[in-house]
């Protein structure tokens, strides 16, 4: 037996078991949405609040007063400026006046031999 055909049992076996996962997850899901009651007990006051019929004159004759712009005026009166880059300042090194730098001298090893 060579290893392909080792191989396609459990494969199937695989799919076959993330299918009965799957169908189980969605019926689940279903069930929950279907068996939970909406909550209509205590709706907002607002939605219960009677339209008021009349409209209101001043807010429509109002609208007639508005500025309206075309496009080309709105894209000269943009609030944001497009950003451009600008390179970060570099630290500058200061060097101090009169003094000098000095080198550090190399430590003396010294060997010490002992008497057999």
């Known amino acids: 037996m060579n290893k392909k055909s080792k191989q396609k049992p459990a494969l199937i076996k695989i799919m076959f078991l993330t299918l009965i996962t799957l169908l189980t997850w969605v ?8 068996s939970q009651e909406p909550n209509l007990t205590n709706p907002d ?18 609208l007639s007063l508005r500025v309206y712009l075309n496009q080309n005026q709105i894209e000269d009166n943009l609030l944001i400026e497009p950003a451009t880059p ?24 010294e060997t010490t031999e002992e008497n057999e």
């Open 86 to 109: 600008t390179p970060t300042p570099q630290p500058e090194e200061e060097e101090e006046e009169g003094v000098e730098p000095t080198e550090t001298p190399e430590p003396e090893i």
């Open 27 to 34: 019926g689940f899901e279903v069930y929950g949405i279907i």
């Open 45 to 62: 006051e607002k939605i219960l609040a009677p339209l008021d019929p009349e409209l209101d004159s001043e807010t429509l004759n109002s």
